[in-house]
């Protein structure tokens, strides 16, 4: 099945920096989301973005299927962005996404 | 609207005891998912409801983890004889589009623990 790496898997952050997480899948996919897991668990969705580029607020997300990675950028971050970052994928093969590892971000005040 | 609901939140239970979890996805969502979420070993997909066809059941861990969905809607994972290695936080998600192009909506899970 399809394979989805995520960098950094840590970032500690000052409020109002900005970055950059990467996810990476092995092969070409009907879906790709981006979620925030809060303190609390919960899965929040971010992005759904098999593909181009979509933008949220201070939160964008650029998929570029034919290179198979997506970046997710956050801008003027806060320290309520803070928690997990996951991306996951779809191939053509299944049904269920495949989660990557994730990336835990902090920022801090 | 209502989100995806899941009973109970949290769940202790002794080592050989059986366990049932719910899910309540978004009204008139067709598609239900379960994954577990686990420090070892990740998120990870357990099985997959979409309307009247058999489910897929190609990632539950043994046969002691079962799970139905009664007219379409509810839907409950059961873990028979649980081990600790059970332990782990249980999330549903569901879609509302068979289609490739679904977003799937997670619920906030249920944290299972075994003693």
């Known amino acids: 099945g399809i394979q989805v790496e995520q960098s950094p898997p840590d970032l500690i952050l000052q409020e109002g920096a900005n970055s950059t997480l990467r996810c990476n899948f092995s092969?070409?996919?009907?879906?790709l989301q981006w979620f925030h897991q809060n303190p609390w668990g919960q899965l929040i969705n971010l992005f759904y973005?098999?593909?181009g580029t979509k933008q949220n607020g201070r939160l964008s997300a650029t998929t570029v299927a034919t290179e198979r990675y997506s970046l997710l950028y956050i801008s003027s971050s806060q320290t309520t962005d803070s928690g997990v970052y996951f991306c996951a994928a779809r191939d053509t093969g299944r049904r269920a996404l495949t989660f990557g590892s994730g990336t835990r971000l902090q920022v801090q005040p | 609207g209502a989100g995806v609901s899941q009973s109970p939140s949290n769940k202790v239970t002794e080592k050989g005891k059986d366990v049932e979890l719910r899910c309540d996805p978004i009204s008139g969502h067709t598609a239900l998912y379960w994954y577990r979420q686990s420090l070892g070993q990740g998120l990870e997909f357990l099985i997959y409801?979409?309307?009247?066809?058999?489910?897929?059941k190609s990632g539950l861990p043994s046969d002691r983890f079962s799970a139905e969905r009664t007219g379409g809607s509810v839907s409950t994972l059961t873990i028979q004889r649980t081990q600790q290695e059970d332990s782990a936080v249980y999330l549903c998600?569901?879609?509302?589009?068979?289609?490739?192009?679904?977003?799937?909506?997670f619920g906030p899970g249920t944290r299972l623990t075994v003693l």
């Open positions: 409801f979409q309307g009247n066809s058999a489910p897929d």
């Open positions: 092969d070409s996919v009907n879906n």
């Open positions: 998600a569901s879609s509302l589009d068979p289609t490739p192009a679904d977003t799937q909506y």
């Open positions: 973005i098999p593909s």
